[in-house]
């Protein structure tokens, strides 16, 4: 059964640094990109980046390039999203997913998600 | 960066209504186009991809149509579980955007 399998909410203050972590399970990890996708509290979903844990070749959104940093261990079967210095703006709940392609490797989807982990900023 | 657009922002049906939500994109995305379903407190969940393939697991009241430009989300007999947010994405250039999203409650 594929799963990915994220880090725990967190609670930080201003300024501090953060990094959480998605693990995968039940498919080979190195083979499929892993998004991240944020939602502040009450708003809809904003791609993030992507990471390809193969070859750790990433991709960022330009709303996130410089705010964020996402990496991936393929030895652990997990990727990460990391703040040097967190805003009270980071507030809001991130996902990772799977990124697939459909059986003629043409178009690709988000099939499988992680649970969330929130991240709380606030002095 | 292409833009997505969805129309209403929110939508009050009844349980058996046939609803239509409206996905479009900023320039044309072929059929790049997947369709993602919302309930509060949870993840996405993919229902739609390559704007009208039906994801493995999906109930079959749900469709999708359209290419290019704008694209169709259709429920065809609402039931009790479908009350949720509905996103449109495209993957037609990296920096896949997602809708602004359409919220489904009861009437």
């Known amino acids: 059964e594929v799963q990915l399998v994220q880090s725990g909410a967190e609670v930080k203050k201003p300024g501090e640094s953060l990094k959480i972590s998605c693990k995968g399970s039940?498919?080979?990890?190195?083979?499929?990109?892993i998004g991240w996708v944020r939602q502040m509290p009450g708003k809809g979903l904003e791609w993030m980046a992507i990471?390809?844990?193969?070859?750790?070749?990433?991709r960022y959104s330009p709303s996130f390039q410089g705010q964020v940093t996402i990496s991936a261990d393929k030895s652990i079967s997990s990727a990460y999203l990391q703040w040097s210095s967190l805003k009270a703006s980071d507030t809001a709940m991130y996902y990772c997913?799977?990124?697939?392609?459909?059986?003629?490797?043409?178009?690709?989807?988000?099939?499988?998600w992680g649970q969330g982990t929130l991240v709380t900023v606030s002095s | 960066d292409i833009q997505m657009t969805q129309s209403p922002s929110s939508l009050s049906a009844s349980v058996g209504d046939r609803v239509t939500i409206t996905c479009r994109a900023s320039q044309s995305i072929s059929s790049y186009l997947n369709w993602y379903q919302q309930k509060p407190g949870k993840a996405p969940n993919l229902l739609i991809y390559?704007?009208?393939s039906l994801q493995s697991g999906v109930p079959s009241r749900f469709s999708g149509s359209g290419s290019g430009t704008d694209f169709i989300l259709t429920i065809s007999s609402l039931q009790p579980e479908d009350f949720a947010t509905y996103y449109c994405q495209q993957n037609y250039r990296t920096l896949y955007t997602f809708g602004p999203g359409t919220k489904l409650d009861i009437k």
């Open positions: 390559a704007a009208s």
């Open positions: 039940g498919y080979n990890f190195t083979s499929y990109w």
């Open positions: 990471i390809y844990p193969g070859d750790s070749d990433t």
């Open positions: 997913a799977r990124q697939s392609y459909d059986t003629d490797g043409f178009y690709s989807l988000f099939d499988y």
